[in-house]
């Protein structure tokens, strides 16, 4: 087995259901230390959401630039366990694979870069610049005292990176096909609309809620809210849920709860989107209050050196050229990039992730170990 291989295995035996980390940033404290990485743990959060972080970082001999890996040791759920073919925390082996919890999301991809921040210090001992682990246990949870907690220590002290490579599985048919340079932001809604209830064989004297509220959703529905560009798809607005009435047939219902969500562009702002929103649900008359939540704003990371570097190592290593990409839900990434220029994400393939027997194909471990490795080469020797 190699390195990579073993320190995987060892990082699924841990049970690190968010936001409990298991040991899995012990482990790699242990790792890191031993070839010059200065490790410091930060906790956070209520004792019952107890969040542990994780920031290392190895300086060279040389000025330089720094850049960071960031991943997350927590896991989701494992879903029913009798559904699993194997035990989710015990590392298995079957048809080319490596199964377990957090095989793909992300596990694979932390023992591959610290393998890869190993093996590269070993070669390089007084490299230029420096490089850096960002590890949370806070990523598959609320995401309010991982990355961000280690992102606000980092900016009251004044540092910056200059690149950090997210190891999110991003691949979707073979090893390096995606590369995601941006993520889209996400702004959620909880609309409450109020009527009048009654007797629906009275409804003269109600006022139905989900009546008033229709010739507003269909325009809602209908708004075309950007064309967005040539990184990102146009913004979208989608309802979630819809909640209304008493459960008998004969009552017009006093209130209705609508949840609903935008998936917005950089050709949008938050406080944009809130604005039109309310623009036309005042123009139609409607009674109405609305909560707001911003789960996170978009980030966008053009082509440049860091892409450059790791476009250049995935070819080396796979004969793949990978399609830059800003599809999919949100990262850590979007907190990150408030101190760093240069945030992309890229890891194995995604098609398991928090699905009952996940897995990792095993031949893809060494290749994005050697990426990560020629991609560290690239940009801190170029």
Known sequence: MNETLRLLEALIARRSVTPDDGGCQALLIERLQACGFSCETVTAGPEAFRVTNLWAIRRGGLPGPTIAFAGHTDVVPTGPLERWASDPFVPSYR???????????????????????????????????????????????????GTVRLVELLKSRGERLDACIVGEPTSVHR????????????????????????????????????????????????????????????????????????????????????????????????????????????????????????????????????????????????????????????????????ICPQVVEFGPLNETIHKIDERVELASLEPLTAIYRRTLQAFLQP
């Open 175 to 338: 090893l390096g096909d995606v590369i995601k340079n941006g993520r889209r932001g996400t702004l959620s809604g909880k609309l409450t609309v109020r009527g009048i209830q009654g007797h629906i064989a009275y409804p003269q004297l109600a006022r139905n809620p989900i009546h008033t509220l229709a010739p507003a959703l269909a325009e809602l529905v209908a708004t075309h809210w950007d064309a967005g560009n040539a990184f990102f798809p146009p913004t979208s607005w989608q309802v979630s849920n819809v909640h209304a009435g008493t459960g008998a047939n004969n009552v017009i219902p006093g209130e209705l709860v609508l949840d609903f969500n935008f998936r917005f562009s950089t050709e949008s702002t938050p406080d944009g989107l809130k604005a039109r929103v309310h623009e036309v649900l005042d123009r139609h008359g409607l009674e109405y209050s609305l909560a707001w939540t911003l789960g996170g704003e978009p980030f966008l990371t053009t082509p440049g050196t860091l892409s450059d570097a790791l476009v250049s190592a995935i070819l080396e290593e796979t004969g793949v050229r990978p399609e830059l990409s800003t599809t999919g839900g949100t990262s850590d990434g979007r907190f990150i990039a408030k």
């Open 95 to 145: 048809e080319g694979h490596l199964y377990g919890r957090g095989a793909a999301d992300m596990k694979s991809s932390i023992a591959a870069f610290t393998v890869a921040a190993e093996r590269f210090v070993q070669e390089h001992p007084r490299h230029p610049g420096a490089i850096a682990l960002l590890i949370t246990s806070d990523e598959e949870g609320p995401s309010v005292d």
